[in-house]
């Protein structure tokens, strides 16, 4: 693995799990200023800003001491010199939600961009497919 991806996959890693921690700091700590974000609750037009991330963030780490789940079932990525995307399927639901739908995974793209020797994200997006009845799975 080039040393840029393991790099980043390191990253990426630390970043899951501090959402499953619920630790704020650790989970924007690699992010940019400018970071847009497209979640699947609202808004509709996306996230934007580190300070708009950061905001999101709480309500879902309620939910998460629930005893939900966010972890990493596969990773993927791929680096440039200053550019990189990577994609993932995560393990994110509630123990009935896991149970009801063992194979269901969020899918997660992040864009990231180096600047001044450190990797920030720049872009991520989360989404869930949409079941038989053309519903969000949740």
Do not use: N
Not at 58 to 64: C, D, E, L, N, S
Request: aromatic share 8%.
């Amino acid at each position: 693995m080039h040393h840029e991806e393991r790099h980043i996959r390191d990253l990426i890693e630390r970043w899951a799990a501090a959402v499953h921690a619920g630790d704020l700091d650790t989970v924007v700590a690699d992010h940019a200023d400018d970071i847009v974000m497209f979640d699947v609750p609202p808004p509709q037009d996306g996230v934007r800003g580190i300070d708009a991330y950061r905001a999101v963030w709480p309500p879902f780490f309620v939910w998460q001491a629930e005893g939900a789940r966010f972890e990493i079932v596969s990773l993927r990525v791929t680096a440039g010199a200053d550019v990189a995307f990577a994609h993932a399927l995560v393990r994110c639901g509630s123990p009935q939600d896991l149970a009801a739908h063992p194979d269901r995974r969020l899918r997660l793209t992040l864009g990231l961009r180096k600047e001044s020797g450190r990797w920030f994200v720049a872009h991520e997006h989360h989404s869930f497919p949409l079941d038989t009845d053309g519903e969000p799975e949740r």
